[in-house]
């Protein structure tokens, strides 16, 4: 979490110029967002979020991100919306970066999420899914099964050194996911990235999801079982049924799981498992010696990788497949 | 610039429930500050600041610092509000650690100040002095000229490190400094810290003063010194006497210097100088090799106290004293 690019008011005030938003009262450089730098923009309207978007994110991405938001926005689903300068684009730059303003949202994530706020999320998974079903742009997600050996092999040979034989494991699992990898399920968007701090509440109201910056083209039930993953463990890596029920029900609600994608989820689960093991994983031998920020855990995402190999159907996640 | 300790949404939540400030809506760890964590509060009543206070600050200056915000506020002084909980307080705890909250203040810090924003500041620093006269709490400068020779200790024998012969400048200038320094002159409170950062503009317009934690009782001709020097020197250290005159005759129209005052204010911009040259070579020998904040430029202050001791009297710096 930093603010990477330092931006002067002069320049901001310039940048915000370009804008019908009104006069510039205030800007803060915000804690927020490995990958971009984040302020917080009040003006004569309101208030904003622009982003200055560093290395890490592709430039040639942008406009799949800002069309994306906007789209999902004129679906009603509130997300930021990305606001179209006096040009009508909604990319610009400044600092010598790619820039853009979205709306400001309200709302505040939840460290230990609830059945409740599972059941909420479950429901605007569901509604993002049909909301994007329209939408014409595509994005390949280069971090799905395709993408993932690259993973290894950039952490594979060290893997042993965060746990004894995982190096094994791993090899092991990607073999049997690329043969056994789904084909044909229900295509479209998908966050890709819906963890707790995605996801803002007011009380135990959904009030708002953000940060489409991982959002692609893929498997809509994957989507799912990347959420059950973030969403229904407890800290002690343990699965809670519960959640599980409660995330899963809600979105089948909406939007009705086929027999087919009921039946895989469970591989599904293990590849959503094994795509935030390796990023984790690539991410914890990466880190220079000394550095200020902890990666996050990879071991806890061994431990429902494994939870995963050992579920026989859906119906171990707390639901009946109908 | 930083956050420091990561609150969760549901004791921020709490602590806000304690005051009559409407709903918690959204909160941000905001780059700013480099002693406290700042959080940019939203709640149903508007913004506001909370400030965790981490252990640079000490503990028991705190009621000094938040009465004399609430003192100039009620003086007319545009500052930081302290707001007080249910219980009439404005310290509270938060994560175990001094927490308040004040108002947020609109506004842009202004990185290159023209004569114009040095008029600004003039005046408003007058004011400042003037609303602070019937102060009844006092606090003694700790980095005035008392403290000076515990801060030479902490880093005369490494200052050669940093320019050639600067030990036995800093030796001299101390020595001279102790002797010299002059008793008697008109106190009060003193912002002690009232660079670019901490004022705020909109427009050409000061807009408000903000970060008392340096605030103390001392004399008042001393703060003149510390802005000439944070306001009137160009990037090549060079002095702008558009901007020094501009900055003593707009203060001086508000408060009149007398003439001991104007007599002594070379000395007295030699010893402000001398006090960040001194607190900037300690952070800069202090830091740990691989640390990703680069402290700023002790030499950038080494430049500013040669510039003074060649001053002869404050006609050098524009204005020619009545």
């Known amino acids: 979490m930093a603010v ?46 622009l982003t200055l978007y560093e290395r890490r994110v592709a430039e040639a991405d942008l406009p799949f991100f800002l ?10 689903i509130t997300c930021p919306q990305p606001v179209k300068n006096r040009a009508g684009q909604t990319l610009g730059r400044l600092a010598g970066r790619p820039a853009a303003m979205v709306t400001f949202l309200d709302g505040l994530w939840i460290r230990r999420p609830s059945a409740t706020h599972a059941t909420a999320l479950g429901e605007a998974l569901a509604r993002l899914h049909l ?42 699992e990607l073999d049997l996911l690329e043969r056994d990898w789904p084909q044909g399920l229900p295509q479209g ?44 463990f407890e800290a002690d890596h ?12 809600s979105y089948a609600r909406v939007r009705p799981l086929s027999a087919q994608e009921w039946l895989t989820l469970p591989l599904l689960a293990r590849g959503a498992a094994l795509r ?16 200020l920020v902890r990666p996050k855990d990879p071991v806890e995402y061994l431990r429902k990788l494994r939870f995963h190999q050992k ?12």
């Open 4 to 49: 990477y690019t330092d931006v002067a008011a002069e320049e901001v005030a310039a940048f915000i110029a370009g804008y019908d938003v009104g006069e510039l009262l205030a800007y803060k450089g915000i804690a927020e967002g490995v990958e971009n730098s984040n302020f917080l923009v009040h003006t004569g309207r309101g208030s904003f979020i």
């Open 67 to 76: 069309a994306l938001m906007e789209h999902l926005a004129s679906r009603g």
């Open 131 to 172: 909301a994007g079903a329209d939408f014409p742009m595509r994005r390949d997600n280069a971090l799905s099964v395709a993408g993932w050996r690259q993973l290894y092999a950039a952490c594979g040979e060290r893997a042993d050194q965060v746990q004894h034989d995982l190096k094994a494991l791993l090899a092991a």
């Open 189 to 232: 968007v998908i966050h890709a990235d819906l963890f707790p701090d995605n996801v803002f509440f007011l009380g135990d109201k959904l009030s708002g999801l953000i940060d489409f910056y991982f959002a692609c083209t893929d498997t809509l039930v994957y989507d799912v079982a990347i959420c059950l993953n973030a969403w229904c």
């Open 238 to 249: 343990s699965y809670n049924v519960t959640k599980g029920r409660a995330l899963l029900s």
């Open 276 to 291: 935030f093991l390796l990023t984790r994983l690539v991410d914890w031998l990466d880190v220079p010696p000394g550095a």
């Open 311 to 322: 579920v026989k159907s859906a119906s171990d996640y707390g639901v009946t497949a109908p």
